[in-house]
Nanobody, 123 residues
Framework: QVQLVESGGGLVQAGGSLRLSCAAS????????MAWYRQAPGKQRELVAA???????NYADSVKGRFTISDINDKNTIYLQMNSLKTEDTAVYYC?????????????????WGQGTLVTVSS
């Protein structure tokens, strides 16, 4: 079973930085896209940043120029470097993976979510 483990959340002052990590583990799977989402209290979950296995990235307008998503490394791990944090970045951040689970030569769609890590930005 494929699992995602996130780490790196915490409390930081506005203007500070944090780096989140997300590691995928399991067997017989391939990755198309890994992404970070966030959900603030009372709000819907939103996409923060995504990266494909080919290296194409996509960012929410609200984080462009401040956040950077890393390439998917050979340990199936990604990072989210968050700089110039604002109080409105406070949320639970979730890692997500889209890909395929392989059963021999056959594959089924795979989507996995992490448990979330809390980021709190104080003023």
């Amino acid at each position: 079973q494929v699992q995602l483990v996130e780490s790196g959340g915490g409390l930081v002052q506005a203007g500070g930085s944090l780096r989140l990590s997300c590691a995928a583990s399991g067997s017989d799977f391939s990755i198309n896209t890994m992404a970070w989402y966030r959900q603030a209290p009372g709000k819907q979950r939103e996409l923060v940043a995504a990266i494909t296995s080919g290296g194409s990235t996509n960012y929410a307008d609200s984080v462009k120029g401040r956040f950077t998503i890393s390439d998917i490394n050979d340990k199936n791990t990604i990072y989210l470097q968050m700089n110039s944090l604002k109080t409105e970045d406070t949320a639970v951040y979730y890692c997500a993976l889209d890909g395929a689970q392989w059963y021999g030569v056959e594959a089924s769609y795979l989507q996995v979510w992490g448990q979330g890590t809390l980021v709190t930005v104080s003023s």
